[in-house]
């Protein structure tokens, strides 16, 4: 079984310009999850997604970070512009959720953004 | 607001020793509870779940049990190895499939 795929692995670009970064769950897996990993930190929930709809977006500078999930398969995380504080590892997950209880979350390797 | 602390933050320990990490958080009103494995630049593995109405889980030489009462859980690693140098997650689920990490606690299994 395939795992959660992420790209690009790396990133490095100037503050104030725009990046995306790409996830491809789990086959059949309804939940996604976006986090965002400052080092030295646990992982901070941006957004949840099941299947198309939003679940959760609580976290997310909305003023500058933007995601969505076409379809119910693939999702794209944007920042734009980006700012120094941005640069963390952006980490996707995928669960195949069951009424209200989560399952185990498989996470991809992540995207490293660095912001000069 | 549910708050997760994992402590020591960082451990060192001879190889063969038996250790203990350990979770804590502010609301027992939880879904699950998972622990991770985070090794330097890639994602996380689960490792092992444990559902609200559970009190322990086991894998190999891996144990951990929860207490939703005292809010507090342990993962319990036997005869450690090099290999499981590594930093291990704490993550609890609350309502609205939200999940809280904690900080981790950093391994170093000495050969």
């Known amino acids: 079984e395939a795992g959660v795929a992420q790209s690009p692995r790396y990133k490095i670009i100037e503050k104030r310009q725009s990046v995306a970064f790409w996830c491809n769950p789990i086959s059949g897996h309804a939940t996604l999850y976006w986090y965002q990993q400052i080092l030295g930190q646990g992982p901070k929930l941006l957004i949840q997604?099941?299947?198309?709809?939003?679940?959760?977006d609580s976290q997310l500078p909305k003023d500058r970070f933007s995601a969505e999930r076409l379809k119910g398969v693939d999702s794209t995380l944007k920042i734009q512009p980006a700012k120094l504080e941005d640069s963390a590892v952006y980490l996707c997950?995928?669960?195949?959720?069951?009424?209200?209880?989560?399952?185990?979350?498989?996470f991809g390797p992540g995207t490293r953004l660095t912001v000069l | 607001k549910q708050e997760v602390t994992q402590i020591p933050a960082a451990l060192s320990v001879p190889e063969g020793e038996n250790l203990v990490l350990n979770c804590s958080f502010t609301d027992s009103a939880i879904y699950n509870l998972q622990w991770f494995r985070q090794d330097p630049g890639k994602g996380l593995t689960s490792l092992l779940l444990?559902?609200?109405?559970?009190r322990e889980q086991t894998s190999g030489r891996l144990n951990a049990s929860l207490d939703k009462s005292s809010g507090r859980s342990t993962l319990y690693i036997a005869a450690s190895q090099p290999g499981d140098s590594a930093t291990y997650l704490c993550?609890?689920?609350?309502?609205?499939?939200?999940?809280?990490f904690g900080a981790g606690t950093r391994l170093f299994v000495k050969a």
């Open positions: 444990i559902q609200s109405s559970q």
């Open positions: 997604f099941q299947n198309n709809g939003v679940v959760d």
């Open positions: 997950a995928s669960s195949s959720t069951q009424g209200v209880r989560t399952d185990t979350q498989y």
């Open positions: 993550a609890v689920s609350i309502g609205g499939f939200k999940t809280i």
